[in-house]
Each structure stands twice: as structure tokens, then as C-alpha cells.
């Protein structure tokens, strides 16, 4: 089986499945459970100077599927709610007994350096293997100017991680909020304050659903609801793409990135992995089904590692970030056309509703007295995916690749654009 | 009505315990086995179980809404197409029908969606302060209907919502037909055919007479003069004869009279039941009194069917309950003779074996005695001759024992229209009669609506 240990800015751990900061990370009691379990590390939740914090009752919600499984989550918790003294002290005994698991604490202060100074040098005193700073919390922390107050603000990033880095030796890992136009500023300015690493996406401003009987959204505090933050299976696309983001921009390559967002199994995992991620962190799916799924990750990731003949998880980190470019790079000239297996077919008749109604009309319906039968006008085709994402059935739309016999042109090439930078043939 | 049986022990047990035997056989989903249920379908389009459907219910349609908690949206889907929807949720063999034709009943997967449990769970589930449906301004006509199965009330039903007035004339006492007198008690249990038809009426507009039987105390002729159209729904009423000696003798009946008063009777402890028992027949109506039986505390049931399983009309699923309450099956037995002991009663049957010979059944000589204390026939029903007797009647053309109809279900009679079983070829199905009943009454109301443009123009 593949070996899963991870260097992660300098920060050592026996597999890449971190939990991120959160409930589950809570107290000494969750964390030596999740060790137990197998976890290679944990961001201990979010310390902030005391009194704690306070949280209301009611804090979470959800979107569920269609089989009442769980699409996205909806938190309105705060940072912790238990004295910086009994964290310290927490973290200080569970990094002792599981010296081999990646101990990251997460912080958040006030935007003043005194603060940090004095807290900086307690958290390194616990052992830990280095800090996040929660830039992150989108809800209740930013109404004080914490949180994702700060995370939006690139000048404050940059401040903030500075002041880390002088009051402490540990690697410093800066976590984003996905709440902002351009995940790339509060990276790149990160990165410029002299952060060893980032952590994306913090959870996405949210609102699940509403009991429309009483006309308030959830989770219902009294009569009232707020606004919470988004995660689990819902939000990972939105977190590949900016992790992606980072892990090819220019300023900001190279930069280790630990991915958090909608991670629940081993390929999610090596998707976040092969995007540009040192590390993950999971936090909803082990809150939905408790902290054993780490075994099922760590076997299937193993197991495809060494099916695809990668040594470790460094061989392959980064390996679809070359792939990942602007829209106007990609080839003018590639065409697929969708091909429907009849032997697979099961006459849902999906494909063509979607394609007639919405899309090109390239789904023929043939009425073959009380069979139908289903067939691809290759001729109107686009290739676009609509049919074969609307299929039931794995495998039975497949988009085929022509072969148009001409070569690579992308959009800055192509004499349809009026901003063509080469026209062909005088290139 | 089994005077036949008389000499027969009473059923074991006390009406209470027997009762029990006698709820339904499959249990209605609960509402999270309906979510779950409901999330399974694919919401297709142009969807084979609805044009499997003999009244083409929009399944995907009811499911989505179910799934999405809109019970009576769902109930409303399969009851402005089906006003039967409940009773056809329950009766339906929709092994060979909506489930047969799931795309999810395909060779990888095998597991249609249970389209027909979901119908039920939206019909029992729904709560309507009136009848859901509005009838249209009164068009000042009356149609007369003979017979209040699911084809004469499903007809009726839709005459009322067209705005017409509809008179329904019933033989029996009560009205639902094969759903009141015909079903297997387990598959539509307690007063549901009853509960039915009195939402079905709550529309309002139709009058029901009972007792008026066709051919003894209602004449056609005179349905003819007095109404606007008339409309035959008038069923199979007389069960097919062996046609041979000792027919009958006690201790042998049509398994439909059985079903009948086992269906009616207050008191199951006061059923005759045999300890041995021979069914000849292989429809569901077989099934229904085999499985009846075995449910009543007869130790032997024997299904007896003159060609082989495959050639059933009961469907597999039918057939899987038979086995399940141990009826035994005889196939290749053709009867040949009752057997009657020193008092004139039946002691069992003879059969004579039989095999396909270039695509002809023919007997093989070989013997087989059955023993039994009772033998029921459920080989068929044909229409009862002296229903339609009266000069006009006769008019009506026929199809070997079925009143023909054209398309739009117009029999000769000019004003004259049939449909259900004294009509359908094949498969003699609840939803088929409803289809039928439904269809007619918008051919009715066409041709009165285009007699009055014309009379107008």
C-alpha cells in the first residue's frame, strides 16, 4: 500500500486527512477519538482571546437530496466557547500522547498586534505544529471585525500574518474566505505578509431553506434566523476552482495550499490533491457520519495510488494544475459528439427532453410502434454534456472525440475573433 | 347463495380471527417508504408506465408531486385520469402494466419503482374538502347507465363532470361491481369499494336505483325513449358451465358466487368451507378463490388447469401468492368427470391428462382422480343471455358473447354505447373498465353536443 505521509510546509503528518477546525475539534475528547480513528491531523477550533465566546441554540441546517442525504451544510457557530487556558492546556497533553499527528491551531484575534504578541508565544508553548489563522468565519465573528471581516481585506492579511511571523516560529497557514470576488489578492497578499501556507475555502454565506410556514429561514433562533456558512458535497466545486486559482497563478505558485470544501471520500481528496493541495481538511462528512471514514479514505487513496503507479502523494499533487488554463487557451478545433450505447439505453426518454427543450435538438425520439428508441442528430450535436449528465445510467452516454484533423487553435488565435492576437496564417 | 355447500363444516375460528386473515396483503407504504419510494423514479419523459397505462396516468407526474409533499396534487394526477385510482392502486396487475414498463425494470437493475404502492399511498393520504373535481353548467341532458362497476360509474362520473345528469341502474344492493362483489377480500379489504364509490358520487348529478335488473323489471326500450344516451356497463354476470354430468350436484359452484358472499358475509364463521378443495381454472379469479380458501382453513387447495404455467392468464405475481399459501398446482389435467358419492354429492374429480401435439391440446388417455369436498369453477364469465332480451336489445350486434362497439364504444343502437366486460376482449381489467367508462362518456358527450350544433345550426 502506498505510503499516505505528507511534508506539508515543514509540518509532518502519516497521511494528508486533517480535520478541519470545527466541532470535531473542539475538545480533547473529539481529537483523541479522531486520532484514534486515524486522522493524521487536526486545525484545533478556532482560540480567541477570552471570555470565549457564547453560542445560541440552534446552529445548524441543511440542503438535503432527494434521499434526504445530505447536499450542503449550514453553520451559525462561533469560535470556541471554552477559556484560551483550558484549549492550551487541551492541546498541550493530546500533542504529547500523539506526538506523530499534525497538531494546527487555529486563531483569530482582533486586528491589533498586542493581542497576537501575547497569544503567539502561549499556542507555540503547547507544542502544536503550527497555527491557522481564521480569516475565514463568514458569519457573527465579522459583525466584531474578525473573521471574514479580515479575510476580505488584503492590506489586513498581510498585516496580520506579518505580526505572526515575528512572534512565532511556526508555520503559519493563512485560511480564506470564499466570500470575495478573487480568491487570488487575499492569497497573493498572504503569501506577501509571508504566510508558509494557505487553507481554502472557509464556509460560503448561506441560507439553506425556510419553514414557510412561519416565514423565517433556518436555523430558527427564536422567531429570527441569520445567515450561516455553506459546506460540505455542495461547496467542493466551488473550492476546486479556487484552489486551482491560486495553484496557477503566477504570484501564488508553488505556495502550499491545504484544500478544505465538500471533501468526503478518497477521490474528492486526490481531485483537491492533483489541483495543487499539500494536505486536506475535512469537517461535514465526519460530522455526518463520525470520524471512521478516514478509513475508507486513507484505503481508497492508497489503493488508487498504487493502481496508477504513483510512488506517494507527491507524485501526483499538482499534476492538473498544467491542465487547468484560461478559457481562451483551450482548442478551438476539439469537438466531441455524444454517442448513446443502445444496449445500455433504458428509453427514459431524458436525454432528448433536456436536448430538445433546452439545448440544440440533437436527441432524435424515434417511435418504434410502443418502443422508443433514442438516437444523436450527430450533424446538431455541440457536445456540450447535457445529455450525458442527465442520464440515469453510468456510462451509457459517452462524448466521443472527432477527429477534425486540424490542429490546436485557441481563441487568440482564431480568425472568428475580432481580438484575435495572431491571425492564421500570417503567424 | 352457497346452498351448494351446505353440507360442508363451517369455517374454523371465530369471525374475528378470520377477519384477520382477510386484511391486506401487501401493506401500504409509509410516508418515509413513499419518500424513498418517490425519489427512485426518474421522472421520464414520454414514459413507458404511462403508456402502459390503460388510462394513461401521468405516474411520473403523481411521483414527483409525492415526492415533493404534494399528496392531493398527486391524488388529483391519478384521478382526473382514473376515478378508480384507489381501487386500481390495489387491484391492478401492474406486473404486467406501469411496473412491467418501468425503465428501471431493466435487465442491469431489475427493480422497478413500485408505482403501484405510490398510487395508493397518494390516494389514501389525500385530504379533500369536496370532491375534488367541478362539474361543468348542466346541459340539460340525462344519460341512463346499466351497471355500477368501475366502467358504468367511472362512465357516470364523467357524464356528471361534463354537466350531465346521470341515472345509474344497479342489479345488486350495493354498487362498485367487481370491486364491491368480485375482489379477492385481501385485495381490497374492509368497506374501501364502498368508501370509493361514495367519493366517486359526492360529485354529484348521479342518481343510483338499485335492484333494477336489465331484462326482468328495465327494459332497454324504454332507457332508450326515456334518456338522452344509454350506456351499458352491465359486466359478465353468468359463469361459464364444464358441461358435464353432475354440474350440479352439491358441493360444486362458480368460484365468483363464492367470492360474492364470502365478500358480503358478516360473519365468516358461517362459511362453508371444504377440507379439500379443487379450483379448475387459471386466471386471477382462480388464484383469488385458491388463495381464499386456503386463508378460510381448507387443508388442500388443487389449482387444475388443462395446459401448462405458462399458458396462465394469472400473472407471475398471482401465481407467487398461490405458492406462498401452498395451493397445489395441476397442470396438463383436463376435467373429464365429477365424481359423486352414495348421497349425490361431490367426492372429487377426474381429469384426463393432456399435451400439445403440433400446436393442438390433446388428451393423452391417462387418468387423474382428485379427491375433494368441493370443486369451483373459475373458467370464465359470459354475458347472461336473458339481460338483453327485449326487442330492442336485440338489435345490438355482437361479438361471440360481447356486445360490439365501435371505437368511440357505440354498440348498433343509435344513443346506445357499452363498455367494461360486456365488451372487452382479453384481459378483464378494473382499469380497463374505467378507461372504458371514461372514453365513453366523452364519445356520449361529443355526439350530443354535435346533434345539438346541428340542431342549432
Known amino acids: 500500500m502506498a505510503d499516505l505521509s505528507i511534508d506539508f510546509c515543514g509540518i509532518k503528518s502519516p497521511n494528508p486527512f486533517w480535520l478541519a477546525s470545527a466541532p470535531p475539534t473542539d475538545k480533547a475528547y473529539n481529537v483523541v477519538r479522531a486520532f484514534e480513528a486515524g486522522w493524521g491531523g487536526v486545525v484545533w477550533k478556532t482560540l480567541g482571546e477570552d471570555p470565549p465566546a457564547v453560542n445560541v441554540s440552534s446552529r445548524y441546517s441543511a440542503l438535503h437530496g432527494k434521499n434526504r442525504e445530505v447536499i450542503g451544510f449550514n453553520n451559525i457557530e462561533l469560535i470556541t466557547d471554552r477559556s484560551l487556558e483550558i484549549n492550551l492546556r487541551e492541546i498541550t497533553a493530546v500533542k504529547k500522547a500523539w506526538p506523530d499527528r499534525a497538531m494546527i491551531v487555529s486563531m483569530m484575534l482582533p486586528c491589533e498586534e498586542a493581542p497576537w504578541r501575547d497569544i503567539l508565544p502561549l499556542v507555540e508553548a503547547t507544542g502544536a505544529d503550527g497555527i491557522e489563522l481564521n480569516f475565514g468565519c463568514p458569519h457573527g465573528m465579522p459583525e466584531r471585525g474578525m473573521g471574514a471581516a479580515v479575510g476580505q481585506q488584503p492590506d489586513l492579511i498581510e498585516l496580520v500574518t506579518r505580526w505572526c511571523k515575528t512572534y512565532t516560529r511556526l508555520p503559519v497557514i493563512v485560511k480564506l474566505t470564499p466570500n470575495i470576488t478573487d480568491v487570488r489578492a487575499p492569497a497573493r497578499a498572504a503569501l506577501a505578509g509571508g504566510a508558509d501556507a494557505v487553507s481554502l475555502i472557509n464556509t460560503i454565506n448561506s441560507i439553506t431553506h425556510l419553514d414557510l410556514d412561519r416565514m423565517v429561514a433556518y436555523p430558527i433562533v427564536g422567531g429570527a434566523s441569520t445567515h450561516g456558512g455553506y459546506c460540505g458535497a455542495a461547496v467542493k466545486p466551488i473550492a476546486l476552482n479556487m484552489v486551482a486559482e491560486i495553484a496557477r497563478d503566477p504570484v501564488t505558485r508553488g505556495l502550499p495550499i491545504s484544500g478544505i470544501g465538500g471533501i468526503g471520500n478518497w477521490r474528492d481528496a486526490a481531485e483537491f490533491i492533483a489541483l495543487g493541495a499539500g494536505s486536506v481538511q475535512v469537517c461535514t462528512a465526519a460530522m455526518l457520519h463520525g470520524f471512521r471514514i478516514v478509513d475508507e479514505m486513507k484505503d481508497g487513496l492508497s489503493r488508487w495510488i498504487d493502481a496508477q503507479g504513483y510512488a506517494d502523494i507527491a507524485a501526483f499533487s499538482r499534476k492538473a494544475v498544467p491542465n487547468t488554463t484560461d478559457w481562451k487557451y483551450l482548442d478551438m478545433n476539439y469537438q466531441v459528439i455524444a454517442h448513446i450505447d443502445q444496449d445500455k439505453c433504458i428509453g427514459c426518454g431524458k436525454c432528448h427532453i433536456a436536448c430538445e427543450d433546452t439545448s440544440h435538438q440533437a436527441v432524435a425520439r424515434l417511435v418504434e410502434g410502443n418502443a422508443r428508441r433514442y438516437e444523436i442528430i450527430d450533424a446538431e450535436c455541440v457536445g456540450c454534456n447535457l445529455c450525458e449528465i442527465t442520464c440515469p445510467v453510468e456510462g451509457c452516454i459517452t462524448m466521443v472525440p472527432q477527429d477534425s484533423g486540424k490542429p490546436y487553435m485557441n481563441w487568440m488565435q482564431d480568425p472568428r475573433n475580432p481580438r484575435a492576437e495572431v491571425a492564421l496564417g500570417e503567424a | ?457
Open chain 2, 1 to 457: 347463495m352457497i346452498e351448494s355447500l351446505q353440507h360442508l363444516p363451517l369455517a374454523a375460528g371465530t369471525h374475528g380471527v378470520l377477519a384477520e386473515r382477510f386484511s391486506d396483503l401487501a401493506p401500504a407504504l409509509t410516508a418515509r417508504q413513499a419518500a424513498i419510494e418517490s425519489a427512485r423514479c426518474l421522472y421520464c419523459y414520454d414514459a413507458p408506465c404511462t403508456r402502459a397505462c390503460p388510462t394513461g396516468i401521468d405516474v411520473a407526474s403523481f411521483i414527483r408531486n409525492i415526492h415533493d409533499q404534494n399528496i392531493e396534487g398527486a391524488a388529483i394526477g391519478i384521478l382526473k385520469q382514473n376515478i378508480f385510482g384507489g381501487a386500481c392502486s390495489r387491484v391492478c396487475p401492474t406486473e404486467i402494466l406501469c411496473e412491467d414498463a418501468c425503465v428501471r425494470n431493466n435487465d442491469a437493475e431489475g427493480q422497478p419503482v413500485k408505482i403501484g404502492l405510490l398510487q395508493r399511498h397518494a390516494i389514501d393520504n389525500a385530504h379533500f374538502e369536496t370532491h375534488p373535481f367541478q362539474r361543468a353548467p348542466s346541459t340539460g341532458k340525462t344519460i341512463a347507465v346499466v351497471g355500477a362497476g368501475p366502467a358504468g360509474l367511472s362512465c357516470a362520473h364523467r357524464l356528471a363532470m361534463l354537466g350531465h345528469d346521470v341515472v345509474v341502474f344497479e342489479a345488486h344492493g350495493k354498487a362498485g361491481g367487481l370491486n364491491e362483489y368480485g375482489i379477492a377480500k385481501y385485495k381490497l379489504p374492509g368497506d374501501f369499494a364502498q368508501r370509493e364509490v361514495e367519493f366517486l358520487l359526492s360529485i354529484g348529478g348521479i342518481q343510483v336505483q338499485y335492484g333494477r335488473i336489465l331484462g326482468a323489471n328495465l327494459q332497454l326500450r324504454d332507457l332508450h325513449t326515456r334518456y338522452d344516451a344509454v350506456f351499458l356497463a352491465i359486466g359478465l354476470q353468468a359463469s361459464r358451465r364444464l358441461g358435464l354430468t353432475g354440474e350440479d350436484a352439491p358441493g360444486l359452484m362458480a368460484a365468483v358466487d363464492y367470492i360474492s358472499t364470502l365478500r358480503q358475509a358478516r360473519d365468516l364463521a358461517a362459511l362453508p368451507v371444504p377440507r379439500r378443495a379443487i379450483v379448475i381454472g387459471a386466471g386471477n379469479t382462480a388464484i383469488d378463490m385458491a388463495v381464499q380458501l386456503k386463508r378460510l382453513g381448507s387443508e388442500e387447495v388443487t389449482l387444475v388447469y388443462r395446459r401448462g404455467v405458462e399458458a396462465m392468464s394469472a400473472t407471475g405475481h398471482e401465481i407467487d401468492i398461490a405458492k406462498a399459501h401452498f395451493v397445489r398446482m395441476r397442470t396438463w389435467a383436463a376435467p373429464l368427470e365429477v365424481l359423486l358419492d352414495d348421497a349425490g354429492r361431490v367426492r372429487g374429480m377426474r381429469f384426463e391428462e393432456t399435451r400439445m401435439e403440433d400446436g393442438r391440446l390433446v388428451a393423452t388417455g391417462a387418468i387423474v382422480e382428485i379427491a375433494a369436498d368441493a370443486v369451483f369453477k373459475a373458467i370464465g364469465q359470459h354475458m347472461d343471455g336473458d339481460s338483453v332480451v327485449d326487442p330492442l336489445a336485440l338489435e345490438l350486434e355482437r361479438d361471440g358473447d360481447r356486445i360490439r362497439v365501435d371505437s368511440d364504444f357505440r354498440t348498433a343502437l343509435p344513443g346506445g354505447y357499452a363498455g367494461g366486460d360486456c365488451i372487452a376482449p382479453g384481459q378483464d381489467l378494473t382499469v380497463q373498465a374505467v378507461q372504458h367508462g371514461k372514453l365513453a362518456a366523452l364519445a356520449i358527450h361529443n355526439d350530443i353536443q354535435s346533434v345539438h350544433t346541428k340542431a342549432g345550426a
